[in-house]
């Protein structure tokens, strides 16, 4: 799921599955099938989508913002594991 957040966050800041994409080094139909993956797994629709458009909805908000601090909680435990163990 780490990997899904990180897609997602890519998608809500880029506001693009495209440029999302490019940025995570995956293609953009990746993207978009990890993003559907995730909101099966949540059971929550997190991006109301419009065509090539799309809305980040309120649990998307949500767990954009929660994403947010998790990853960077999880990326500064693995600084630290690194940077204390090598």
Do not use: W
């Not at 897609?7 to 978009?32: M, R």
């Not at 458009?53 to 990326?75: C, I, N, S």
Request: hydrophobic share 40%; aromatic share 12%.
């Amino acid at each position: 799921m780490y990997r899904q957040m990180r897609y997602f966050i890519a998608v809500v800041e880029t506001n693009s599955f495209f440029e999302a994409g490019e940025a995570c080094h995956i293609s953009q139909s990746a993207i978009s099938q990890q993003i559907r993956a995730l909101e099966d797994e949540l059971q929550v629709k997190l991006l109301e989508r419009h065509g090539r458009k799309f809305f980040v909805t309120p649990a998307g908000q949500y767990f954009y913002e929660q994403a947010k601090r998790q990853t960077a909680a999880l990326d500064s435990l693995v600084r630290e594991v690194r940077r204390s163990f090598r």
